[in-house]
């Protein structure tokens, strides 16, 4: 697949500019913390995301290692004043990742036994942004809860391929054990071989999303200040730059006890919230460096596929100063020059797509 232009590209993102800000997390090294959980001036969080479904029992014995593999990011976000006079909350946010994707078997270690699958490919990226909600919702059917917008753009930059260090870092975490006993480290498999080929990447992610429903439950009694709440949201998002070009389309269900996005007073009480959220996502696929890039060697090995839906489901909490999430995830097939042969390969449950974990832990203050 060869890159879009630029301009067409940036026609298709001024449509759709979706949001991962807030939990459900979002994609791979995109995305942040939630805005319902109480009164925050800082925080400091982890993020992860790793491909060992351990329930799922896949064909060839292998739960792991398959298409994106793992993901792992610190971020911190900060509120600052700003000189609007509309009720409002503003954040900037900070972020160091990596990201580690390889093809259907990691035991792949040339070029031509990938037969159109994705080749290995790792991001190690940092990003700079801002975040602002305000208490506007322009398409709310319902506000007897707080309605509000949530919008934001981050900018990522950082190193792709071998660049990224990520074959290295994936060959220590499987096999660094054996150094314990005096063993020695096996060869590297594929990763500076069957891998998309290094330099620097910046992209530009931005997005918005808005409240359609946010209904609080009548006369309901408050835990620690929060309060039974359904919220229902649309959002759109768009990423232009040298790893991903996509826009897509969203709606988040978020059910629960949570505070006002806005103004959450939560003084003199320990902060506390506790929902669940599902989020469907349609995503249209302009470019995807991790599969449709120029490899190592110069050649292409794969094409993605125009249009991936996206299914996340997510429980988070905080109480006091601590919060956590924990997501499962399904994402449609990402890789439209795998083969009949090939999926054929794969168990029904992969086939046509695959499944991973995602978890956050944060300080909250």
């Known amino acids: 697949m060869h890159r879009a232009s630029l301009s067409s590209f940036f026609a298709l993102s001024l449509l759709a500019t979706s949001s991962f800000a807030g939990q459900p997390l979002g994609q791979e090294l995109r995305g942040g913390g939630s805005v319902v959980v109480g009164e925050e001036h800082a925080r400091l969080e982890h993020q992860g995301m790793n491909d060992s479904m351990i329930l799922i029992d896949e064909a060839d014995g292998l739960p792991h290692d398959r298409w994106f593999t793992s993901s792992t990011q610190v971020r911190g976000r900060f509120a600052v004043d700003t000189p609007l006079t509309m009720p409002h909350r503003a954040f900037w946010t900070t972020s160091l990742g990596l990201n580690m994707y390889t093809p259907r078997d990691p035991g792949i270690a040339t070029v031509a036994a990938l037969d159109g699958d994705r080749p290995y490919s790792g991001w190690l ?47 220590f975490a499987h096999d660094g054990w054996r150094l314990r006993d005096g063993g020695e480290l096996p060869p590297i498999v594929g990763w500076g071989v069957a891998e998309t080929a290094g330099g620097v990447a910046v992209d530009v992610d931005a997005f918005a999303d808005t ?13 620690f200040g929060a309060q039974p709440t359904l919220h229902v949201r649309a959002g759109v998002r768009g990423d232009v730059g040298l790893m991903l070009d996509a ?3 969203n709606s988040t269900v978020m059910l629960g006890f949570m505070h006002d996005a806005v103004t959450p007073h939560t003084q003199g009480t320990t902060p506390f919230a506790l929902y669940v959220a599902v989020r469907p996502e349609l995503r249209a696929v302009l470019f995807n ?18 249009m991936v839906a996206e299914v996340v489901t997510a429980l988070v909490a905080r109480v006091w100063i601590v919060e956590a999430s ?40």
């Open 211 to 223: 409240s359609v429903i946010a209904f609080a439950i009548p006369n309901s009694p408050t835990l």
């Open 125 to 171: 990226a940092g990003s700079f942004g801002g975040e602002l909600v305000v208490a506007s919702a322009p398409i709310a059917i319902v506000r007897t809860a707080q309605a509000f917008t949530h919008v934001g753009v981050e900018v990522f930059g950082g190193t792709r391929g071998p660049w990224s260090f990520a074959g290295p870092a994936q060959h």
């Open 247 to 249: 826009a897509a389309v």
């Open 326 to 365: 924990v997501n499962a995830v399904y994402r449609s097939n990402e890789i439209a020059s795998l083969s009949e042969a090939l999926a054929a390969q794969t168990s029904p449950s992969v086939s046509a797509g695959q499944w991973f974990w995602q978890w956050s832990a944060a300080a909250v203050w």
């Open 289 to 306: 460096e991790t599969i449709d890039g120029v490899l190592v060697d110069g050649s292409r090995a794969a094409q993605s596929t125009p």
